[in-house]
């Protein structure tokens, strides 16, 4: 089935230290976004890819970075994690912007 | 500018019954609306949308949204609520601005199923 894989499911890592969340994808979709979704909280895109065309949103901290080295594939970077990061990433793919379909989502756990 | 208000925080309801989640939009025009569902720990999966075309949309799982551009609501229903049915609802617009189409997300409705 073609779908949105996220690895790993849940990552730990310690405050300060980089981390790397991974996503990908087998339903060829053009543009790829990176949500942070906060317990209880509506996610919130922290920025997106529209082909190679990176789309910063304009409150998303300086801290997350991404790259998309192919069509599948898509990464969210965060240099230097706080305690406030923790919080379930999600990603999503759509054609042209269209319906998003989602990943199951990675929880980031902050020590 | 578009945004949207589910109009619930939290709605419970015995198994069984009907379930009504409420949601009104605001859009400077014709918007297309989507009802996402999110069970614990697990990603977004799309119930139903709204692109223009007929009013009454039927989704997944027996769940059904009616759009009233006169009252701007795109209310979530379902005759007939099931234990599995328990989870976060968010009710989202698209904005699209050129080639920049992103969502606008309500806060979520948590839905409790009682037995």
């Known amino acids: 089935d073609a779908m949105v894989i996220q690895n790993p499911r849940y990552q730990v890592t310690q405050f300060g230290k980089p981390v790397t969340l991974s996503c990908s994808q087998t339903?060829?979709?053009?543009?790829m976004y990176w949500y942070q979704q906060k317990s209880s909280q509506a996610p919130k895109l922290l920025f997106h890819y529209y082909d190679k065309d990176f789309n910063n949103e304009a409150d998303t901290p300086d801290n997350f970075q991404s790259r998309r080295p192919n069509t599948s594939f898509c990464f969210l970077d965060i240099r230097s994690p706080g305690l406030g990061d923790a919080a379930m990433y999600l990603c999503a793919t759509s054609r042209d912007g269209g319906n998003q379909y989602f990943g199951p989502g990675t929880r980031l756990l902050v020590l | 500018a578009q945004s949207v208000t589910q109009l619930d925080s939290h709605v419970s309801v015995s198994e069984g019954t009907p379930v009504l989640l409420r949601c009104n939009y605001s859009s400077s025009y014709s918007p297309s609306l989507f009802w996402y569902v999110q069970h614990p720990n697990k990603g977004l999966q799309l119930l139903l949308k709204y692109t223009s075309a007929a009013t009454l949309v039927k989704g997944i799982n027996g769940f059904e949204a009616e759009f009233k551009k006169s009252e701007t609501s795109f209310h979530l229903t379902k005759p007939s609520a099931h234990m599995s049915d328990a989870a976060e609802y968010f009710c989202?617009?698209?904005?699209?601005?050129?080639?920049?189409?992103?969502?606008?997300w309500g806060l979520g409705t948590s839905l409790a199923v009682n037995p």
């Open positions: 989202v617009v698209r904005l699209v601005a050129g080639n920049n189409r992103k969502l606008i």
């Open positions: 339903l060829n979709h053009n543009v």
